[in-house]
T-cell receptor, first 111, second 116 residues
């Protein structure tokens, strides 16, 4: 059973566009929701993370929106650049416990 | 600091052969993890360790064994490799002194394993 469902599987946007990647979870005990960015041939790296006590978090051009009642969270990339082309994974965990990752979204930003 | 390193980077095995993947971290992290990454399936946890001498099963532990004899090292073993174990394997580590700071996992560069 997939603990975290991620969509879309792939996404193509023009430079300057705002790609949005969505994730949904079932376990209400989860209290930590990170997003990881992975470039080809590299390991995933933490991009931004949120806890359920806030509805939005921004770091630079990256924003997480969190909807606790709907058990959904999403990643928005403002003013996307070709260098943002990568695979993005959402994840969820209960603090101190294992992560459950989404299946990943391959993002391509066209110049 | 080198962070999390993995050895080897690539490996090709024949069905039935055995091998050990080595993960090392120099960040004094308590927790270490082994994941496999397959197309369309994201990252799935194989085994993890919450401290030296301890190991626990993750989502997909069958066919793998692990050991954490030293805090900085976490070994993943395949006793009898199968084509279904063809994958990219990632090791990760996180800090857990107060059980609050475990959250950021730092990943290694991965090992690409092909089983023929």
């Amino acid at each position: 059973q997939q603990q975290v469902k991620q969509s879309p599987q792939s996404l193509i946007v023009q430079k300057g566009g705002i790609p949005i990647i969505n994730c949904a979870y079932e376990n209400t005990a989860f209290d930590y929701f990170p997003w990881y960015q992975q470039f080809p041939g590299k390991g995933p790296a933490l991009l931004i993370a949120i806890r359920p006590d806030v509805s939005e978090k921004k770091e630079g051009r990256f924003t997480i929106s969190f909807n606790k009642s709907a058990k959904q969270f999403s990643l928005h990339i403002m003013d996307s650049q070709p260098g943002d082309s990568a695979t993005y994974f959402c994840a969820a965990s209960k603090t101190g416990n294992q992560f459950y990752f989404g299946t990943g979204t391959s993002l391509t930003v066209i110049p | 600091n080198a962070g999390v390193t993995q050895t080897p980077k690539f490996r090709v095995l024949k069905t039935g052969q055995s091998m050990t993947l080595l993960c090392a971290q120099d960040m004094n992290h308590e927790y270490m993890y082994w994941y496999r990454q397959d197309p369309g399936m994201g990252l799935r946890l194989i085994h993890y360790s919450v401290g030296e001498g301890t190991t626990a099963k993750g989502e997909v532990p069958d066919g793998y064994n692990v050991s954490r004899l030293k805090k900085q090292n976490f070994l993943l073993g395949l006793e009898s490799a199968a084509p279904s174990q063809t994958s990219v394997y990632f090791c990760a580590s996180s800090y857990s002194f107060d059980r609050v700071s475990t959250d950021t996992q730092y990943f290694g560069p991965g090992t690409r394993l092909t089983v023929l």
